[in-house]
Structures are given as structure tokens and as C-alpha cells.
């Protein structure tokens, strides 16, 4: 995978299928696009489902000990293979040396989340110092929110997507109600212009340069979950001023609070894990605030969360972020490709099922993932793909697929969009005959 450049991923899978001698619909490019691969090694660090054990696949249409194809990683990414083993680790801590595992082994528990830090700083493109691991997502945003949203009669808009993911949502909501305020007036909602999919980056920011004099925080993903739009972070957050780790279901969450803030914006709720660690054993409920995010934390970290996550991290740290990238948009660039040379709209042939990707085709615009749209008969599709071993996501009226760059293959999705063809023909099928 050499050479991508400025090239789109079209032209890059279109000048490989030359060399070739085949088309990009062709096995053979998913193949050797594998064997290119300098990333294709993190694929054994993870443990993908073996067909026969999932719960929705008919016997009679696979091979059960094949591994699935699996394009959920946005919902819950696959387990490290590390993970059970650290796991135990501290279970074995813990029944053979008790309280002692506070302060000793290889992961300290009262100090474990401080062991992975800088790992996750790393991740995120933050300092260490502002970055902190500690309860969930939710719980976090709540954490901040009643830090730094301070409504005044004139400034107490709250700005977000239409569409945010429902915990943030209500989150927001709550956090509105809290300050005595209506949700119907504080929650600035934007949604996309009619007859567009996704939200501009130019309304956005003139969104905030209309508004801003009423709008007292700014709330975006960085990945918006329904459609797969990559927003521009670095624009936004210059115009304000101002999901999807290995690591399980209900994950240990983590947080940021830039440098700035560190003496001047403090937690509104308290813990003992607020107290400075060097004083916080005196037990004098003398409050010593340790500033920056730290401070933002309750209570001591979850030892199995933690050692989960770093089996995660561990991962993500082997690989150059640049290059996770670069397999990342050609990755989802062939996936687009195959789809649209399959299953584009046929004016001519209006019985046709068909796909609209509602993703930005913009690669600078997107994340791994693509939010496809079927024109009809989605849940069947769905269950025909469910019955041939492979994991999709769906949020009626679409279906989710996320090709995952730390271990999903080209012939995964080569894979996928043959079962994909066979399941809409076999819905196509039932259509005609009347089922």
C-alpha cells in the first residue's frame, strides 16, 4: 500500500487492479492488498468469533469453524487475546495477597489507571497531565458539563448535532433541567440543510458566528455514530474557543481537560481520588485538590477495567498512527467502491434494490465506517447477511459497516460484499414469490 499520496483510494485500487491484470472487483486484489499489509500482523492479536458460535447463523449456509466477518467494531470492538490473561492476572493478585494488591504487583491498584495514562494521551494527541482515566462516558460529560456549563440569562445555549448519540443527548438535557432551565430553549440542535445527509462544516461555523453570543458550550463527536461523518474538530473548536477502544462492553472511560483550565475551572463534585495522592492517605478530610482533570476523579479505578483496557491500548500503541490511517481510508475507499460498482441506484430498473451511502465519500470528511442506506426490506437483508456469519450494526433505516484498520482484511469485506450480492438476491427472491 505504497505510494497513496494525494491519490483517492479509487485510483489507487483502480492502478493496483492494473498491474494486476484484473478488475477491483476481483479476488486477487483483496489479496495481494493483504499481503501489502504492514499492518496485517495486529489482526492475530484479537480473537474474531468463529461463525458457528454466533446466534443468528443458519448451519446450513456456512462453514461454522470459519471466522466471521465482523464490521461492528464502532458498537464493540473484538477482545484482545491479552485481555483474559490480565484479567486474571489480578484476580490471582487479589485471592493470594488481599489488601496488599493496593500498593503492590505489577499493576498497583490504587494507582493502575496512572500506569496507563500516557498510553491513552498518546492515543488522543494530548498531554498527560490532561488526560485522565476514570468511570464512563456519560458519567464523565456530566462531570464536565457541571464544571464548565455556567448559563447566564443571555449566554445558556448548549450547541450540538440533531442527531447526537442518545446518551450524550440526554446528558445535555439533564444538565439543562439541573440549571433550571428548558431544554426547548437551551438546546441548540443543528441538523443537516434539506436534502442533505450529513452537517457542513461552513454551517457549522456560521452557526457559532451567528449564535455565539448565545451559546455557552459546544458539544460534538468527533465521529458522528449514525453516519460516519468526521467533523472538523480543529475548525470547530477555533471558532468556539474552546466511541471506539478494544476494551469491552462498558469500558473504562477517559477525559480531557486542556492545560489552561488546570487552576481555573475545578470539579463541582468531589471523591476521595479528588485528593492530591501524595496527602491523600492522611485521611484528615482536609481537601488537598489535585488540579487539572485529575481532580475530576471520585474514586479509585476499577483493576479489571483497567487491565482490560491496557490489553487495548497495548494494541493501538504497536501501530504508527499514520499508517493505521493510510490502511483506514483504503480500507473503507474499497469497501465504497465495491458497493457502488454492485449496488448503485439503475434508473432503468426502478425493482432493483439498491444502496445509497449517506457517509461523506470525502475521506478527509469520514472515520471507518459507512452508513449504508437500503431503498427497501432492510431487516431482511439484514437477517439473510446475520444467517451467512456476518456482524453489521443496524439503526433502522440503516445499517452500519465498519471495516476496522487494526483488524479487519480487504478480503473481509471482499467477503462481505459477496454474501452482501447473495443476500439481496435472496430477498429479491422472496419478494417475487410473495414472502
Same mark, same amino acid.
Given at each position: 500500500?505504497?505510494?497513496?499520496?494525494?491519490?483517492?483510494?479509487?485510483?489507487?485500487?483502480?492502478?493496483?487492479?492494473?498491474?494486476?491484470?484484473?478488475?477491483?472487483?476481483?479476488?486477487?486484489?483483496?489479496?495481494?492488498?493483504?499481503?501489502?499489509?504492514?499492518?496485517?500482523?495486529?489482526?492475530?492479536?484479537?480473537?474474531?468469533?468463529?461463525?458457528?458460535?454466533?446466534? +443468528? *447463523? !443458519?448451519?446450513? @449456509?456456512?462453514?461454522? #469453524?470459519? &471466522?466471521?466477518?465482523?464490521?461492528?467494531?464502532?458498537?464493540?470492538?473484538?477482545?484482545?487475546?491479552?485481555?483474559?490473561?490480565?484479567?486474571?492476572?489480578?484476580?490471582?493478585?487479589?485471592?493470594?495477597?488481599?489488601?496488599?494488591?493496593?500498593?503492590?504487583?505489577?499493576?498497583?491498584?490504587?494507582?493502575?489507571?496512572?500506569?496507563?495514562?500516557?498510553?491513552?494521551?498518546?492515543?488522543?494527541?494530548?498531554?498527560?497531565?490532561?488526560?485522565?482515566?476514570?468511570?464512563?462516558?456519560?458519567?464523565?460529560?456530566?462531570?464536565?458539563?457541571?464544571?464548565?456549563?455556567?448559563?447566564?440569562?443571555?449566554?445558556?445555549?448548549?450547541?450540538?448535532?440533531?442527531?447526537?448519540?442518545?446518551?450524550?443527548?440526554?446528558?445535555?438535557?439533564?444538565?439543562?433541567?439541573?440549571?433550571?432551565?428548558?431544554?426547548?430553549?437551551?438546546?441548540?440542535?443543528?441538523?443537516?440543510?434539506?436534502?442533505?445527509?450529513?452537517? +457542513? *462544516? !461552513?454551517?457549522? @461555523?456560521?452557526?457559532? #458566528?451567528? &449564535?455565539?453570543?448565545?451559546?455557552?458550550?459546544?458539544?460534538?463527536?468527533?465521529?458522528?455514530?449514525?453516519?460516519?461523518?468526521?467533523?472538523?474538530?480543529?475548525?470547530?473548536?477555533?471558532?468556539?474557543?474552546?466511541?471506539?477502544?478494544?476494551?469491552?462492553a462498558g469500558a473504562l472511560a477517559g477525559a480531557y481537560i486542556h492545560e489552561k483550565h488546570k487552576f481555573t475551572i475545578k470539579p463541582t463534585l468531589l471523591g476521595w481520588w479528588s485528593h492530591d495522592f501524595t496527602t491523600r492517605f492522611q485521611m484528615d478530610n482536609k481537601l488537598?485538590?489535585?488540579?487539572?482533570v485529575n481532580g475530576f476523579r471520585i474514586s479509585n479505578p476499577p483493576i479489571l477495567l483497567i487491565r482490560s483496557l491496557q490489553a487495548s491500548l497495548e494494541i493501538f500503541n504497536q501501530a504508527d498512527k499514520k499508517a493505521l490511517r493510510k490502511k483506514s481510508v483504503l480500507l473503507?475507499?474499497?469497501?465504497?467502491?465495491?458497493?457502488?460498482?454492485?449496488? +448503485?441506484?439503475?434508473?432503468?430498473?426502478?425493482?432493483?434494490?439498491?444502496?445509497?451511502?449517506?457517509?461523506?465519500?470525502?475521506?478527509?470528511?469520514?472515520?471507518?465506517?459507512?452508513?449504508?442506506?437500503?431503498?427497501?426490506?432492510?431487516?431482511?437483508?439484514?437477517?439473510?447477511?446475520?444467517?451467512?456469519?456476518?456482524?453489521?450494526?443496524?439503526?433502522?433505516?440503516?445499517?452500519?459497516?465498519?471495516?476496522?484498520?487494526?483488524?479487519?482484511?480487504?478480503?473481509?469485506?471482499?467477503?462481505?460484499?459477496?454474501?452482501?450480492?447473495?443476500?439481496?438476491?435472496?430477498?429479491?427472491?422472496?419478494?417475487?414469490?410473495?414472502?
Amino acid at each position: 500500500m505504497d505510494g497513496c499520496g494525494r491519490s483517492s483510494p479509487q485510483q489507487i485500487l483502480e492502478h493496483t487492479a492494473s498491474i494486476l491484470g484484473c478488475s477491483i472487483t476481483d479476488e486477487k486484489l483483496a489479496i495481494h492488498l493483504d499481503q501489502e499489509d504492514e499492518l496485517q500482523h495486529l489482526r492475530d492479536q484479537f480473537h474474531i468469533p468463529k461463525i458457528k458460535d454466533l446466534p +443468528s *447463523t !443458519d448451519p446450513a @449456509l456456512v462453514k461454522g #469453524e470459519e &471466522e466471521c466477518v465482523y464490521l461492528c467494531g464502532h458498537s464493540l470492538g473484538l477482545q484482545p487475546k491479552k485481555t483474559k490473561a490480565y484479567i486474571n492476572e489480578e484476580l490471582d493478585n487479589w485471592a493470594k495477597t488481599g489488601v496488599h494488591g493496593h500498593f503492590h504487583g505489577s499493576y498497583p491498584w490504587a494507582l493502575a489507571d496512572e500506569c496507563l495514562v500516557e498510553q491513552m494521551a498518546n492515543i488522543v494527541g494530548a498531554k498527560k497531565e490532561e488526560t485522565a482515566l476514570m468511570n464512563g462516558l456519560s458519567v464523565n460529560l456530566h462531570l464536565l458539563l457541571l464544571s464548565f456549563y455556567k448559563p447566564t440569562s443571555s449566554r445558556h445555549k448548549i450547541l450540538m448535532e440533531a442527531n447526537a448519540f442518545p446518551s450524550d443527548h440526554y446528558a445535555v438535557e439533564s444538565q439543562i433541567r439541573l440549571q433550571g432551565l428548558d431544554p426547548k430553549e437551551s438546546m441548540f440542535l443543528l441538523s443537516p440543510a434539506e436534502d442533505e445527509e450529513t452537517l +457542513s *462544516t !461552513d454551517d457549522i @461555523l456560521s452557526t457559532i #458566528e451567528r &449564535e455565539g453570543d448565545s451559546i455557552a458550550v459546544i458539544l460534538f463527536s468527533g465521529v458522528q455514530y449514525y453516519t460516519g461523518q468526521l467533523f472538523d474538530m480543529v475548525s470547530i473548536t477555533r471558532a468556539g474557543h474552546a466511541k471506539y477502544l478494544n476494551s469491552g462492553a462498558g469500558a473504562l472511560a477517559g477525559a480531557y481537560i486542556h492545560e489552561k483550565h488546570k487552576f481555573t475551572i475545578k470539579p463541582t463534585l468531589l471523591g476521595w481520588w479528588s485528593h492530591d495522592f501524595t496527602t491523600r492517605f492522611q485521611m484528615d478530610n482536609k481537601l488537598d485538590l489535585t488540579p487539572g482533570v485529575n481532580g475530576f476523579r471520585i474514586s479509585n479505578p476499577p483493576i479489571l477495567l483497567i487491565r482490560s483496557l491496557q490489553a487495548s491500548l497495548e494494541i493501538f500503541n504497536q501501530a504508527d498512527k499514520k499508517a493505521l490511517r493510510k490502511k483506514s481510508v483504503l480500507l473503507t475507499g474499497y469497501l465504497e467502491c465495491l458497493i457502488k460498482h454492485y449496488h +448503485s441506484k439503475v434508473p432503468d430498473n426502478p425493482q432493483k434494490l439498491f444502496i445509497k451511502i449517506i457517509t461523506p465519500s470525502n475521506v478527509e470528511e469520514r472515520g471507518c465506517q459507512l452508513s449504508l442506506l437500503f431503498s427497501d426490506h432492510i431487516n431482511k437483508i439484514f437477517v439473510e447477511l446475520s444467517k451467512r456469519g456476518v456482524v453489521p450494526d443496524i439503526r433502522e433505516p440503516i445499517v452500519r459497516i465498519a471495516p476496522v484498520p487494526l483488524y479487519n482484511s480487504f478480503y473481509d469485506l471482499y467477503k462481505f460484499i459477496n454474501i452482501l450480492n447473495e443476500s439481496l438476491q435472496v430477498v429479491s427472491h422472496q419478494l417475487k414469490d410473495g414472502m
